[in-house]
């Protein structure tokens, strides 16, 4: 019911950035929260950045002051403004967004949806 689809991953130079983006389609409405998590080879999926539903955001501890997660709701997307890259970057990185539904009883139920994700190689 909900799509997501992650761009603009590649490979950079350590102290380089990129921009990811996570377009959004489908039934796309009363979601609340929207993440980038990472995962790299022989490691947990680990979360990056992500706004909460009360429209904060939340970074990981290793990202904090580098990255930037931020949202354009007209485009129904959210980038990941990643500055000084390290090699540790190195990673898929995923788009994630929850989604609320209610069932006819008024149940109310969560739902994860994940992208394909964005190889990020950061290297000499």
């Known amino acids: 019911q909900v799509q997501l689809v992650e761009s603009g991953g590649g490979l950079v130079q350590p102290g380089g950035s990129l921009r990811l983006s996570c377009a959004a389609s489908g039934s796309i409405f009363n979601i609340y929260a929207m993440a980038w998590y990472r995962q790299a080879p022989g490691k947990q999926r680990e979360l990056v950045a992500a706004f909460t539903s009360g429209g904060s955001t939340n970074y990981a501890d290793s990202v904090k002051g580098r990255f930037t997660i931020a949202r354009d709701n007209t485009k129904n997307t959210v980038f990941l403004q990643m500055n000084s890259l390290k090699p540790e970057d190195t990673a898929v990185y995923y788009c994630?967004?929850?989604?609320?539904?209610?069932?006819?009883?008024?149940?109310?139920?969560?739902?994860?949806?994940w992208g394909q994700g964005t190889q990020v190689t950061v290297s000499s």
């Open positions: 994630n967004a929850v989604r609320e539904t209610l069932n006819k009883y008024g149940i109310r139920t969560m739902n994860d949806y």
